[in-house]
């Protein structure tokens, strides 16, 4: 899965991942990762208005986005206008208490981390096939601060059952990958969820962890 995938995606508004408002799992459970004042990273954040509920309530948010078209539709979509410079291999959009990156996650280093509390993570692991999903937990385990914990939003389904994205990421796997460098903890696993929904026969589970 290369980046033109993603790029594909959004120039052509493929973006069903987009939930409208601010996941529910979020809103129950971040304020017991992390307290208000607290500075978010987002990976592979896009539109999200995740960050909106983050910033709402107090948080600083740090997100990154592979997407250009991403990061403007999220600013001209809240009627927002940020500053716009370069840094480094990165563009910055930054307003007040949000910054946004466009750019590639796998070339942070933990200097770009370093002012990171906590992390957030809904749509980015799921987003990844196996062999980029084992990249990216090692990035974010090298490069993020000592103190930072997470909150992660999986989803689990049996195999054949779709095609991802969104991918299947079983227990085991966030346990083996993440295992050691945070404790984990298994807040919630929500059955049947697609698209905030709950059909008959429907066997993928949402799965929630704290890691610290």
């Not at 991942?17 to 987002?42: C, D, I, N, Q, S």
Request: aromatic content about 12%; hydrophobic content about 35%; some cysteine.
């Amino acid at each position: 899965m290369e980046a033109s995938f993603w790029h594909e995606r959004w120039e052509n508004q493929q973006i069903g991942f987009h939930r409208p408002e601010a996941h529910e799992m979020l809103r129950r459970y971040f304020k017991k990762v992390a307290k208000p004042g607290a500075t978010v990273f987002v990976p592979l954040c896009g539109k999200s208005n995740d960050m909106l509920w983050l910033l709402d309530n107090g948080y600083r948010v740090f997100g990154i986005e592979l997407s250009d078209i991403a990061v403007q539709q999220f600013f001209s979509d809240n009627e927002l206008t940020p500053t716009v410079t370069q840094k480094g291999k990165f563009k910055e959009y930054a307003l007040d208490e949000l910054v946004i990156w466009v750019g590639d996650f796998f070339e942070l280093t933990g200097a770009d981390m370093t002012d990171v509390d906590a992390w957030y993570d809904r749509a980015a692991m799921v987003a990844l096939p196996p062999e980029m999903r084992t990249r990216y937990v090692k990035q974010l385990s090298e490069q993020l601060p000592e103190r930072a914990q997470g909150l992660l939003i999986t989803l689990q389904y049996p195999a054949g059952y779709r095609e991802g994205p969104p991918f299947s990421v079983s227990e085991g796997e966030v346990e083996s990958g993440f295992g050691q460098r945070f404790s984990i903890e298994q807040l919630e696993a929500d059955e049947g969820i697609v698209n905030g929904e709950k059909p008959e026969d429907n066997p993928v589970t949402e799965q929630v962890y704290q890691l610290t």
